[in-house]
């Protein structure tokens, strides 16, 4: 088969323990998945679950830096466990669910929030708010064989040091197993496909300059310098 220009690199994340890399085709979100994290947001907190999408070529990957994004002057980081599927299907059961798991990795949903917002108030879509150029750092992907099944760990971000989400994957409104029965039911997920699992509370600004480290115990961290 030919091309009229070149193919696109393949979106990829980093794996531990390997030179290999886990090639990336969607990146699913879940919005509001943590109870004080709905209540900041003036939600109700036991809502089913809802997603947005983000390229895949929005990953960050290797604690790269990025530039401050254009069109806001409100940039929010969000801490997120993020879950790689090795194998999808349609109306996965989530007593199935755990299998279909290839790995886990701290991510960061990076927001637009006055686009965000913006959009809202105007009843439009988020993309632009959420859907930017580098939105999605995501850290290092570690194995299921090497980590087991994240239930229960501690998630926080530090901005320049200074902590502002300090949490439980435990306090996640839906779990990872009927998250995944739940997007299954709206499309077929395949290999290759990521999901951001939600933020706790504590979201914040990312000024000019600023380092945000997400950190969640067991599968290590990703830093991202802004501006």
């Known amino acids: 088969m030919s091309y009229v220009m070149p193919p696109f690199p393949v979106p990829s994340l980093p794996v531990e ?4 890399r886990f090639p990336v085709r969607r990146i699913f979100c879940v919005g509001r998945n943590y109870e004080e994290h709905a ?3 003036g939600a109700d907190t036991r809502e089913p679950p809802f997603f947005f999408t983000k390229p895949a070529d929005a990953l960050v990957t290797g604690n790269a830096a990025i530039p401050y994004p254009p069109a806001t002057q409100d940039l929010h980081h969000e801490a997120e466990l ?6 999808g299907g349609v109306d996965i059961a989530p007593e199935a669910a755990l299998d279909l798991i290839w790995g886990y990795a701290p991510g ?16 439009r879509p988020w993309d632009m708010g959420k859907a930017f150029d580098a ?3 995501c850290g290092t992907l570690v194995p299921v064989s090497v980590c087991g099944h994240i239930s229960r760990a501690r998630i ?10 300090d949490a439980d994957i435990a306090d996640m409104i ?7 029965a739940h997007l299954s039911g709206l499309v077929r997920l395949e290999p290759g496909d990521l999901i951001f699992t939600g933020t706790p509370a504590g979201v914040g600004p990312v000024a000019r300059g600023q380092t945000v480290r997400v950190e969640i115990a067991g599968l290590g961290a990703v830093e991202t310098k802004v501006g």
Do not use: F, Y
């Not at 323990?17 to 290999?20: I, T, V």
């Not at 926080?156 to 989400?165: F, I, K, L, N």
């Open 17 to 20: 323990g390997s030179d290999a």
């Open 39 to 41: 209540r900041e947001m």
């Open 82 to 87: 993020v879950v790689a599927m090795r194998a």
């Open 108 to 123: 960061n949903d990076l927001t637009r929030r006055d686009l965000q917002a913006a959009a809202k108030a105007a009843r």
């Open 135 to 137: 939105s999605a750092p």
């Open 156 to 165: 926080t971000c530090t901005v320049d040091g200074r902590v502002t989400q």
């Open 174 to 180: 839906w779990d990872v197993p009927h998250i995944i």
